[in-house]
């Protein structure tokens, strides 16, 4: 799925407030969908506490390298040792592929 997604990335990007059409091909048939590009705002860290087989697991997702992501993290760690997590999973899968490809 990300494939199809990644090349229409920039298409899709653009100043917010302006418009788009977005042609969508379904079961044969093609219609047009108005869009209107609006800001959006990614945390830089999140975090999610889980169980998993007994264990409590602490799972930190970092999103965008900010000037803050750093501390973020470091505040993430610390959230979740208070919530007494057995381990941590950190989540790089959404940026490790723009910071290879140079999208830094």
């Known amino acids: 799925m990300r494939e199809i ?3 229409i990335d920039s298409t899709l990007r653009g100043e917010a407030g302006t418009q788009l059409i977005l042609t969508v091909r379904r079961d044969g048939k093609t219609f047009d969908v108005p869009l ?3 800001a959006i ?3 830089a ?5 889980k169980q998993e087989k007994g264990k409590i697991i602490g799972y930190i997702a970092l999103n965008q390298f900010t000037p803050d992501a750093p501390q ?3 505040d993430a760690v610390k959230e979740l040792l208070s919530k007494n997590v057995d381990g941590f999973i950190l989540d790089l899968l959404d940026i490790l592929p723009r910071f290879l490809n140079g999208g830094f």
Request: hydrophobic share 40%; glycine share 0%; proline share 6%.
């Open 41 to 43: 705002s990614v945390q």
């Open 5 to 7: 997604i990644l090349p």
């Open 45 to 49: 860290v999140q975090t999610l506490v």
């Open 36 to 38: 209107k590009r609006e």
């Open 72 to 74: 973020k993290t470091l």
